[in-house]
């Protein structure tokens, strides 16, 4: 299959471009906001402390994500120029960094609310997957993050990505990241769990479904395989999410006996 000539620009005004990637992100917070509404009538939350809780959210994904690409993948980049990490326009977001930005806003919410740190990652953590959904497809119009050469009926000749066809693992993350995820955590959460328990999966789900399609997904360029010719640094940055979600589950329902 020869890859789709996707324009990167949605829409222009003038000077103004407004590009698809920056538009996933907004459908991401959107679709969370509606969800949380849901989640807010069977779970006593107010409105107003889901829309206060996705913009802490959202402050998180943006400057922990960037700050996380800068550190873990572009770091002699910007030790060389160090404004380079606020060209955000320019690309370059990391979930793992994004995922400890997101951590933090939780505990800055949860000094204001004074509600418990897991009672907050245990209520956000069903919608969390369909920003990533969006967020895989913004990849896919981007024709970046592709995988490695197959023969697959599936597989896609990307710009820049050589003459061969290889696995849109942008499409395999939208899938089990974003969509499999969802239901998963929505099913098990839509009845009351042990506190932590709703967040342990996630952590244990994500890292999981990552660490398998790193396996078909092209190593970053600037580090390549960092052991054993196949371990990259997206695997060695979600073993300590699987470890943690496995440790939530048990901890929850070991206190909750």
């Given at each position: 299959?020869?890859?789709?000539?996707f324009?990167?620009?949605?829409?222009?005004?003038?000077?103004?471009?407004?590009?698809?990637?920056?538009?996933?992100?907004l459908?991401?917070?959107a679709?969370?906001?509606?969800?949380?509404?849901?989640?807010?009538?069977?779970?006593g939350?107010?409105?107003?402390?889901?829309?206060?809780?996705?913009?802490?959210?959202?402050?998180?994904?943006?400057?922990?994500?960037?700050?996380?690409?800068?550190?873990?993948?572009?770091?002699?980049?910007?030790?060389?120029?160090?404004?380079?990490?606020?060209?955000?326009?320019?690309?370059?977001?990391?979930?793992?960094?994004?995922?400890?930005?997101?951590?933090?806003?939780?505990?800055?919410?949860?000094?204001?609310?004074?509600?418990?740190?897991?009672?907050?990652?245990?209520?956000?953590?069903?919608?969390?997957?369909?920003g990533?959904?969006?967020?895989?497809?913004?990849n896919?119009?981007?024709?970046?993050?592709?995988?490695?050469?197959?023969?697959?009926?599936?597989?896609?000749?990307?710009?820049?990505?050589?003459?061969?066809?290889r696995?849109?693992?942008?499409?395999?993350?939208?899938?089990?990241?974003?969509?499999?995820?969802?239901?998963?955590?929505?099913?098990?959460?839509?009845?009351?769990?042990?506190?932590g328990?709703v967040?342990?999966?996630?952590?244990?789900?994500?890292?999981?479904?990552?660490?398998?399609?790193?396996?078909?997904?092209?190593?970053?360029?600037?580090?390549?395989?960092?052991?054993?010719?196949?371990?990259?640094m997206?695997?060695?940055?979600?073993?300590?999410?699987?470890?943690?979600?496995?440790?939530f589950?048990?901890?929850?329902?070991?206190?909750?006996?």
């Amino acid at each position: 299959m020869v890859y789709p000539q996707f324009d990167p620009v949605a829409l222009s005004l003038g000077p103004l471009q407004i590009h698809w990637y920056g538009l996933m992100y907004l459908f991401g917070f959107a679709g969370a906001w509606w969800l949380g509404r849901v989640r807010a009538q069977r779970n006593g939350w107010t409105a107003t402390e889901v829309e206060d809780l996705l913009f802490y959210g959202a402050i998180g994904v943006i400057v922990g994500g960037r700050l996380g690409y800068s550190i873990f993948y572009d770091l002699p980049n910007v030790l060389a120029h160090p404004l380079n990490v606020f060209k955000i326009w320019q690309g370059g977001m990391s979930f793992h960094g994004g995922l400890l930005g997101v951590l933090t806003a939780f505990w800055l919410f949860s000094r204001k609310t004074g509600k418990s740190y897991f009672t907050i990652s245990d209520f956000i953590a069903p919608m969390v997957p369909i920003g990533l959904f969006f967020g895989r497809i913004g990849n896919f119009i981007n024709a970046e993050l592709w995988g490695k050469v197959t023969d697959v009926p599936w597989a896609i000749i990307f710009p820049n990505g050589g003459p061969l066809p290889r696995h849109p693992s942008q499409l395999y993350e939208a899938g089990l990241e974003g969509l499999a995820l969802f239901i998963i955590l929505w099913w098990y959460s839509s009845k009351p769990k042990p506190l932590g328990a709703v967040s342990g999966l996630f952590l244990l789900g994500y890292g999981v479904f990552r660490f398998i399609i790193e396996l078909v997904r092209i190593p970053d360029q600037q580090y390549g395989y960092l052991a054993l010719d196949w371990l990259t640094m997206g695997q060695i940055l979600s073993l300590p999410m699987i470890f943690l979600g496995i440790f939530f589950i048990a901890r929850a329902y070991r206190n909750s006996n």
